[in-house]
């Protein structure tokens, strides 16, 4: 007794640590895993086609399996999931900053590479980080810059030397050199700053370097002058079919926002072209809207749909920012015509071959425009409805 009169308030004190420590892992660690179901149910949402689709055997659906139950997918389950989903259409989905490739769609962020010792094959230490700055190179003015650098095990820079270096367009499985790209170290031509140890790459494409590319550089890195071979990707458009003028204008129609840009589009075709939807006020990620479409040569004027639920769900009133105008002229040699053509369209599919990428890339608007002043409440609260849709409830009901 006379022990725990003594001690008693440094044991009580003691306790309540422990319990507030337990208490605060156990918080984090359910805290984390419902950031994990959040960020997977995001990415669900933001998916602009169904993403049941494949699971009525339990196969692989598009959630990663967030909630799935143990013995598969159930109808029950894909039922929950779908409806969910198709509360808003394909072509407008709400989305965050969580969707890092819709809310940054002109960034690739590569992973460093932790290099091996080819004498030992034992990893080194050091990593590299081979980046391009944009994912992709548009038009023939524009110049693709890559960089690259490598850190130590206390990650500080090293001195790199480059001993080669070729770029490539990656076709079918095989390399094709095409025109050089220059590089330094000395704060010009795209590089930052003279002597910092990261180098610069640049590209310009010739007309014939349309598709994927590959910029391959043979380095020696490190006071051991270890070797290393580092490849880095990016996209190479430099036709431009067709480019966002800056020409914007906004309205409500059927209960959603409209915003409708003009394109000068150069070459006529299929066009697949989106766009973000930002709050004026905080810059938080609404939603983002897809148009798919022919488009004449000359000037078009599209329309992005932000459907009406998505903002009444944000709670946010305008105005609204539009920005990240984006897209590509789909270049397949496949008509989708065909496909009800019977046995003569399944001949022409079977026989349809291409020499060319799938995609010619649009220029880009990355500034924002801002819509007009709205009240959230004007924007309908309905979910999205359509005979797909019913069929698609029908179709799952049927496995009940």
């Given at each position: 007794m006379d022990l725990f009169r003594r001690y008693g308030v440094y044991l009580t004190v003691v306790?309540?640590?422990?319990?507030?420590?337990?208490?605060?892992?156990?918080?984090?660690?359910?805290g984390s895993d419902q950031e994990a179901k959040e960020k997977a149910r995001q990415e669900r949402m933001a998916r602009n086609s169904d993403p049941t689709q494949g699971n009525e055997s339990g196969g692989e659906g598009g959630?990663?399996?967030?909630?799935?139950?143990?013995?598969?997918?159930?109808?029950e389950y894909i039922l929950e999931k779908y409806l969910e989903?198709?509360?808003?259409p394909p072509f407008s989905r709400p989305m965050s900053i969580l969707n890092h490739d819709l809310a940054f769609p002109f960034i690739i962020e590569?992973?460093?590479?932790?290099?091996?010792?080819?004498?030992?094959?034992e990893p080194t230490g050091y990593v590299c980080l081979f980046q391009p700055?944009?994912?992709?190179?548009?038009?023939?003015?524009?110049?693709?810059?890559?960089?690259?650098?490598?850190?130590?095990?206390?990650?500080?820079?090293?001195?790199?030397?480059?001993?080669?270096?070729?770029?490539?367009?990656?076709?079918?499985?095989?390399?094709?050199?095409?025109?050089s790209a220059s590089v330094n170290d000395s704060g010009t031509d795209g590089d930052q700053t003279r002597g910092d140890n990261i180098h610069t790459f640049s590209w310009k494409p010739q007309k014939a370097d349309w598709g994927q590319m590959s910029l391959v550089a043979e380095i020696t890195y490190g006071p051991e002058n270890l070797k290393t071979t580092?490849?880095?990707?990016?996209?190479?458009?430099?036709?431009?079919?067709?480019?966002?003028?800056?020409?914007?204008?906004?309205s409500l129609q059927d209960g959603s926002l409209i915003v409708r840009a003009v394109v000068n589009v150069y070459k006529k075709g299929k066009y697949h072209l989106e766009a973000n939807l930002k709050d004026e006020k905080n810059g938080e990620y609404i939603a983002y809207a897809v148009y798919d479409?022919?488009?004449?040569?000359?000037?078009?004027e599209v329309e992005f749909t932000f459907f009406g639920k998505i903002l009444r769900d944000k709670d946010l009133d305008g105005p609204y920012l539009a920005t990240s105008f984006r897209g590509h002229r789909v270049n397949l040699p496949i008509d989708p015509d065909w496909f009800n053509q019977g046995a003569e369209g399944l001949r022409k599919i079977q026989a349809a071959k291409t020499t060319e990428p799938d995609r010619e890339l649009v220029l880009p608007?990355?500034?924002e425009y801002k819509t007009k002043y709205y009240k959230v409440e004007s924007f309908s609260n309905a979910a999205w409805d359509s005979a797909d849709k019913q069929n698609r409830i029908r179709q799952i009901k049927a496995l009940q």
């Open positions: 306790i309540l640590v422990l319990v507030g420590l337990i208490f605060y892992l156990v918080k984090d660690g359910f959630d990663g399996g967030e909630g799935i139950p143990e013995d598969g997918a159930t109808p989903w198709a509360e808003y590569t992973s460093p590479d932790y290099t091996i010792d080819a004498k030992t094959n700055k944009t994912w992709a190179v548009i038009g023939n003015k524009d110049m693709m810059y890559v960089t690259l650098e490598c850190r130590d095990k206390a990650r500080n820079r090293v001195k790199v030397s480059i001993d080669s270096h070729q770029v490539f367009k990656e076709w079918e499985g095989q390399r094709f050199g095409v025109v580092l490849t880095s990707s990016f996209f190479s458009s430099p036709s431009i079919p067709a480019e966002f003028n800056g020409v914007f204008s906004d479409g022919d488009l004449v040569s000359g000037s078009n608007y990355k500034d």
